[in-house]
């Protein structure tokens, strides 16, 4: 059977169990032996430095344009005239604080996996959750972030 092929049952069950998946883009590394290794995440300086430390061989087309989409990233974090040189540093390492409007937010930890308003008399309050079971949030008032949980 092909590797497909099962990853495909192996979904059908999960869904068919009433477990939730998050679809999102698969990166594939071939160690030397050939054994490939599976990351939902494009690499990062700290993913290269485990991957290097496990003898992974990271695909040259795949870390070609991993390199390409971060210095596109960068020029349009560096673009941004209305954000500080501080909030600059912390979005390109994917850092938050609080204070934080909702854009820089979104340009540093990415999109939500679900997102959240309500509004009362006092405001807007914004909850975005990232990962399964919501184990990272972010919680906006009125457009600023006021909560982190890590």
């Known amino acids: 059977m092909k590797s497909t092929s099962k990853i495909f049952i192996l979904l059908l069950i999960f869904v068919l169990s009433g477990y939730k998946i998050a679809f999102c883009d698969i990166y594939v590394y071939e160690d030397n032996t050939g054994k490939r ?3 939902p995440a ?6 290269k430095l485990y991957l290097k430390s496990k003898n992974i061989k990271i695909d040259k087309k795949l870390k070609e344009s991993t390199e ?3 210095k596109k990233r960068a020029e349009r974090i560096s673009e941004n005239s209305k954000w500080s040189k501080e ?5 390109l ?5 609080l204070g934080m409007d909702m854009d820089q937010c979104k340009e540093s930890w990415g ?7 309500t509004t009362t008399y006092m405001g807007k309050t914004t909850h975005w959750c990232y990962g399964d079971f919501c184990l990272k949030a972010l919680v ?3 457009g ?6 890590e």
């Open 87 to 91: 909030d600059k540093d912390l979005i």
């Open 42 to 47: 494009p690499l990062n300086s700290e993913y």
């Open 68 to 70: 390409k989409s971060a």
């Open 111 to 117: 999109k939500p996996m679900q997102a959240s308003s």
């Open 93 to 97: 390492n994917h850092y938050v604080r």
């Open 144 to 149: 600023l972030l006021v909560l982190i949980r």
């Open 37 to 39: 290794h599976f990351s």
């Open 140 to 142: 906006f008032e009125n």
